[in-house]
């Protein structure tokens, strides 16, 4: 085994493998704990990790991580999560509603509404970021970003049945450091970023750091003139750290986070029912030309607010024994705007007689999670225990279709004649009955919805590491065993009030107490599992374990949906080995079984105009294989790289097909109700219904991919303009994606490979730094994700971003 790796990574190294890991970021005070350590001189890496929630050399864990250091961060320029996969193959990403859909391992997001939970989990410093749309935040100023793979049930528990992504924030330091950067790129792209760190008063240290991004649009909208994908965030992160005692620290965390640009919205792909005339599209005739463009007659954009506190306590009680606190409270506000027929024309009864589209959808979300963990290590082993709450209420709202302020086809007539109480339509809407618009009063529209969504989630867990050597005579070998009891309690209410008819009525009236709905999760996810450290530099492990993802509802009109919990069974073997000096290797082969998949979909048709459909896939099955590589083969040359084969696929769906015009309600075809008929069907018309999916790829899971990396010091210390040049480069692949179950190529993204490169400039002292740098330097066009659109009867898309280049300079000290 260990010939046949050592002959695997020199011939991946030979054609510049993949790396996570660069030199760790200078600075004039020493390396930071937990932090990447390089020796140049030794040509070895050390890279000191959290993975299992106590320090360990990542040679030392037996899972699969994959750790990035910061300067491996800014120089590959990753500022979004869809950055990460480019460098990490077995992470894909995915996003439509400005919604993260991180995937590994062919476990992720699969759905488009909120209020539902991630298949991965997202941590800052610890603490969990329940929303897909609040992952998109936070990434500056960090030490490292720790990948874990496969379902952590046991650590880090809910919804983390396909694994963990881990930011671990910059810390205070005891002297005075930081730095400052700034990047000038295409598409006008500003980017600022500064911290700075120390010591204020004996015992109480400090760090403050902020972050700017401003870009032009990708696209344009050619009705308002405006740009579209464009980006205008900021960001601000403080730190406090006492010393209140020989062996106590006290970690106190705030961070801000705005964002208000014309991002966030789905692009037109094409129609979802060509050539059904009783199905076309209600945008004919005014979407944009170009790919990147998106027509709209309301300006598309996402707005953001969100603030988040932790606090971490740390406590050494005993030599062996200490103890973590980590208390968070995250407030996360955002709003999403875009007119779902993604065209110019204005639909609306007074103009064309169809629904109106344009959407508002907003989100109000307060958490609140603390956990308390005891770490006991000695010669014999190691125990994490732990215990952990969380508890999240969300209000989301949901709006659909502008009104007409007066006339036949006014709301507020209907909403009258219906004897609806206008006081409760516009509470549902978000907005006051004086508020206005233009100088005249807005209207309810013709569908909103004001969800209130609630989870309660409490947990113990527990892993211990047991040194078996003395008892078996195998030195090295150690038995892993751990569990985590889970108890959740999900809440949903969505109350709405539909104008039926495109808005003529009659009008539908969903209450709260008719929503209502509530479920209770009881869950025990086991872990098991050997390691042997066979020498210093050989480590071979196998583990089962087993993840759980709650049950949660949806935020749609009158939904009354509580999926069931996900839960997946997950057997893994691997080996890290150091095969030579600076030569390691990462083998890692798993096969899982995950039943009750949670997914999302929307069918044209129903009083709405649209029907959303969230439920549970029978199975699904999966088999893989991660090849990891750090090769050095001579001073001053860094070479990397991984590669992923990913095989997930159902085992048993049924379910309905979206773009399947039998499940369509023609008109006088009996309507679709969501209380008195809560599982969709084909609404009488023949040749629809439930098909089976069994055997067709999960979403967002390509088979293959790979990443290679290499970087090379052209001037040995400071012979180069006194100073150092280093080029590095990133060349990327991923076979053929699917953004949906049903295996079809307009859904999907055919394979490529992208190239990434940076020239990097430093000077002998190591303070300055200058890089000029390009990202998908042949300008690779291919989908990010796709959404069948009920509403306006269509296929929405989302792009990766396409070339960008640009010169960065930074000031470390």
């Known amino acids: ?57 990542l040679q030392d864990v037996s899972a699969a991580v994959t750790a990035i250091s910061s300067d491996r961060l800014a120089t590959a320029q990753v500022s979004t999560l869809q950055d990460l996969q480019n460098i990490i193959p077995s992470v894909n990403f995915g996003s439509d509603f400005n919604q993260a859909k991180i995937f590994i391992r062919g476990v992720g997001a699969n759905t488009s509404t909120t209020g539902s939970s991630t298949g991965v989990a997202f941590h800052v410093d610890g603490a969990y970021v329940a929303r897909a749309e609040a992952q998109l935040t936070s990434l500056f100023d960090l030490e490292r970003v720790e990948v874990l793979r496969g379902p952590q049930g046991t650590l880090y528990g809910r919804n983390a ?46 760090r403050v750091a902020v972050r700017s991004e401003d870009r032009d649009g990708f696209g344009r909208n050619p009705v308002t003139g405006r740009d579209v994908d464009d980006l205008n965030r900021r960001m601000i992160r403080g730190q406090l750290a006492f010393d209140l005692g020989p062996k106590v620290d006290l970690l106190l965390s705030g961070e801000y986070f705005r964002q208000n640009d014309s991002s966030g919205a789905i692009h037109y792909l094409r129609a979802s029912f060509p050539g059904v005339a009783r199905l076309a599209p209600l945008g004919v005739g005014g979407y944009a030309t170009r790919a990147r463009d998106l027509a709209s007659e309301s300006q598309v954009g996402t707005d953001t607010k969100t603030y988040a506190f932790t606090g971490t306590l740390t406590a050494a009680l005993t030599d062996t024994l200490s103890v973590t606190n980590i208390t968070n409270y995250r407030n996360f506000k955002s709003s999403l705007f875009q007119d779902l027929d993604l065209s110019a024309v204005i639909s609306s009864l007074a103009t064309n007689g169809q629904a109106t589209t344009n959407q508002e959808r907003r989100i109000d979300s307060k958490q609140f999670s603390n956990e308390l963990q005891f770490n006991y290590q000695s010669n014999i082993g190691s125990v994490v225990l732990g215990a952990y709450y969380f508890h999240e209420r969300q209000r989301p709202i949901d709006n659909v279709g502008l009104a007409a302020r007066n006339g036949q086809f006014s709301n507020i007539a209907v909403l009258q004649a219906a004897g609806i109480d206008l006081n409760e339509a516009y509470g549902l809407c978000g907005y006051g009955p004086g508020t206005l618009t233009g100088g005249a009063i807005i209207a309810p529209k013709r ?71 509530e479920r209770t999760f009881k869950d025990f996810t086991p872990e098991a599992g050997l390691e042997w450290k066979l020498n210093p530099d050989v480590l071979i492990y196998y583990t089962y374990s087993e993840g759980f993802k709650a049950g949660s509802g949806e935020n749609a009109s009158g939904s009354t949906t509580i999926v069931d919990p996900e839960t997946i069974k997950n057997n893994e073997a691997g080996i890290k080995a150091t095969v030579m000096r600076g030569l390691t290797v990462n083998l890692s082969a798993y096969a899982y079984t995950l039943r009750n998949l949670q997914l999302n979909k929307t069918i044209t048709g129903g009083p709405t105009g649209y029907t959303t459909i969230f439920q549970n896939a029978a199975s699904t099955k999966a088999k893989g294989l991660e090849l990891e590589v750090f090769a050095r083969p001579t001073r001053g040359v860094r070479l990397s790289g991984a590669l992923s084969y990913t095989d997930a696929h159902f085992t048993d769906y049924l379910t309905l097909d979206p773009l399947n015009p039998a499940n369509v309600a023609s008109a006088g075809a009996p309507g679709y109700n969501p209380i008195t008929n809560p599982d969709p069907t084909a609404f009488g018309a023949p040749g629809g219904g439930n098909i089976q999916l069994s055997g067709n790829d999960v979403r967002n899971s390509p088979r293959l991919s790979w990443n290679v990396h290499g970087e090379f010091d052209l001037s040995d210390g400071n012979s180069f303009l006194n100073g150092q040049l280093t080029p590095s480069f990133d060349i990327s692949h991923k076979s053929r994606t699917y953004f949906s179950e049903f295996e079809r190529d307009i859904e999907s993204a055919r394979a490529y490979t992208m190239v990434d490169g940076t020239l990097t400039y430093r000077t002998a002292t190591r303070n300055i730094r200058v890089e000029a740098f390009v990202k998908n330097a042949f ?14 009867r269509l296929i929405g898309v989302t792009y990766l971003p396409p070339r960008t280049y640009g010169l960065s300079i930074g000031y470390d000290f």
């Open 1 to 57: 085994m260990i010939r046949f790796i050592a002959t695997a990574a020199a011939l991946l190294a030979s054609t510049s493998v993949y790396a996570q890991v660069a030199p760790a970021t200078p600075a004039a005070a020493p390396p930071a704990a937990n932090s990447v350590v390089q020796n140049d001189d030794a040509d070895q890496v050390d890279i000191i990790v959290t993975a299992q929630k106590r320090e360990q050399s």
């Open 161 to 206: 049945v396909g694994g963990s992504i881990n930011l671990i924030t910059a810390k205070p330091t005891d002297d005075l450091s930081g730095y400052a950067r700034a990047t000038y790129g295409n598409y006008n792209a500003i980017i600022a970023e500064a911290a700075i760190g120390g010591a204020i008063i004996d015992g109480v240290r400090a």
């Open 447 to 517: 569908v909103c919805t004001r969800s209130n969504l609630g989870t309660r989630a409490f947990a113990l867990f527990g892993q211990a590491n047991i040194k078996l050597g003395d008892l078996v005579g195998l030195d090295g070998l150690s038995l892993k065993l751990g569990g985590r009891y889970s108890n959740e309690k999900a809440t949903s209410e969505n109350p709405s009030i539909v104008i039926t008819r495109n808005g003529l009525g009659p009008v539908l009236r969903y209450t709260a107490a008719q929503t209502h709905r």
């Open 779 to 792: 300008d690779i066009f291919r989908p990010s994700s796709t959404f069948a659109l009920g509403t306006g």
